[in-house]
């Protein structure tokens, strides 16, 4: 058995997300907390830019229930730059004990995992998760400088500019809502290896991860997919999505009401993003700026959110390695 | 509080470590379960040496107590490779839910940490923390290819070739050792930014990390660095580790007991190291290859593990950015 089952439920007391301009004029926009029009968030570098962010949305998470950054007992951060630095600039001044992740587009889920795994252990009693990715920062270090213009193939996807911050209690904290996002299970993901060596379709390379995470999941606990409002993948694309999708049908769990992050954060029809958007700041800033209150007011109030990843680095593709996949599902319930 | 008080202690079962040729010529070169002559463990690029390390070395603690690899309910994995990914491809194949962690050079003391409090959280009962570093992978990511033959400076210190693995329990799970090591409280580590920009200086980076963690450790405690047997700190290297021991004298915490994974794996008047040794795998394996048996033996039977990190990147170096420091403890005791 790999569920994790909380005897008593996290609460997810606050949270926020910060976006870039790009992501800012798509279908999600006016939700985000906050946005940069130049996607500098005042700094000189794209990479001070991208921890900026995180620094911004967690500041902005605290400041919507009013604890002191100083309660937090522990962060749980990470992104796609080498050596996380865009989390560990983020958390310099925080002040606040510091765990450094690394999960590729899955961490914000391995951050809500650890995070309520600690609340769980009773060891400490507020936690934060926040992770984060930057276009700019990600083109250049994973393809090429943006300068230099390259075509992109069709199943690739965009590296979202966004960040998305979570506080996570055993306790409400504040009782002003009843409305309160409850983590009440979660699965750590197995890493899963489908042969794929393309990187520009990581859909393709996260989808059989997503859909393993996902029917050992139904298969352990007995819960199908219709027991929830909705089983939000981040970040598939369009291909990983359709994989995914396909292969969850075939083996017994259809999922007509799954949706993924990097299809939600874009217009595709008119924003010229590919198969989708990707990166560690797309899931986690459309849970928290979107999805958390979709379902907070659907019928069935509860939803998995399975953040998935692609465990690659420019290097390993060059050296001919397949891609390997995680995905780390979350159990969200409200009321 | 942020020391993290187990009510149970959590047991290290087992651990197991592995090492590269310079490091087996070392002074505990004798104490490794395994080396590689060649340094490639059988590999074909630097890359795949190193998540072989982390295979192997997962693989001989496992057998060392005959567990069953699927026994494990989680890993908790890192290195220094960009976008981990020695973690990933060392664990593609075990079948075990998988945590990526960041933290540089601190990486086994977090995955320690996070693998014993997830143990008190009650929702799993065996875990594992691994992680490793590569003198050949590292050079060319974070300096120049091999090749080049740069001179270093009297600071800079040698990424050590070498990974650890540790199983970690809630219970004693095998009885045949009276002397098994045992985590009994920890503290991960704050972000502590001293304003080095040297990245051929880590250990200077890295200390004022180290001192804070450990002084309060202390005050939050009551404990005395008098209390352990020894106080292991790693990697901080000749010069992280006098700086340390200045900075604790005047703290009033006075260190007589301290030593340095980084200095302890190598013998600084033979090998040609500079200031010593670094790296996710050196402390990693020089607690699991001599420093729990000589704690073990000792008098007080009790040591503090704190692992430094320098959560920098060569970018972030370049881009004239100062190193941010962090230090996790782990306090052991025997019997």
Not at 109 to 127: C, F, M, P, Y
Request: charged letters at 20%; aromatic letters at 8%.
């Amino acid at each position: 058995m790999s569920v994790f089952n909380y005897t008593k439920p996290k609460y997810i007391i606050s949270s926020a997300a910060v976006c870039g301009s790009f992501e800012h004029r798509g279908p999600l926009g006016s939700h985000f907390d906050g946005f940069s029009a130049d996607d500098k968030f005042d700094c000189e570098t794209w990479e001070k830019s991208e921890a900026e962010m995180q620094r911004l949305a967690l500041r902005l998470a605290v400041d919507k229930v009013g604890v002191q950054p100083r309660d937090i007992r522990a962060i749980f951060a990470g992104d796609l730059i080498n050596q996380c630095t865009g989390s560990a600039f983020g958390a310099l001044d925080s002040g606040v004990p510091f765990f450094g992740l690394y999960g590729a587009c899955s961490t914000i889920a391995e951050g809500l995992i650890l995070a309520s795994a600690l609340l769980e252990s009773g060891l400490v009693d507020l936690t934060a998760a926040v992770t984060s990715s930057h276009y700019c920062s990600a083109e250049r270090q994973f393809r090429t400088p943006l300068e230099y213009g390259a075509q992109r193939t069709p199943t690739a996807q965009r590296t979202v500019t966004a960040s998305g911050a979570y506080l996570i209690s055993s306790d409400r904290f504040i009782d002003n809502s009843q409305f309160l996002p409850k983590i009440t299970a979660a699965m750590p993901g197995i890493i899963t290896d489908a042969g794929i060596c393309d990187a520009a379709n990581m859909g393709a390379a996260m989808a059989p991860a997503a859909l393993r995470t996902l029917c050992d999941f139904f298969r352990e606990t007995g819960h199908t997919p219709d027991d929830y409002e909705l089983i939000a993948t981040g970040d598939l694309g369009f291909e990983g999505h359709s994989i995914l999708c396909d292969l969850a049908k075939r083996s017994g769990f259809p999922m007509p009401n799954a949706v993924d992050c990097g299809l939600l954060i874009y217009d595709r029809s008119a924003q010229d993003v590919h198969a989708g958007g990707s990166g560690c700041g797309c899931s986690a800033s459309v849970l928290s700026a979107y999805l958390l209150d979709e379902v907070a007011k659907s019928p069935k109030k509860a939803m998995l959110f399975v953040a998935t990843g692609a465990l690659m680095s420019p290097l390993t593709v060059m050296q001919g390695l397949s891609i390997p996949g995680i995905a780390h599902l979350v159990e969200i319930r409200f009321g």
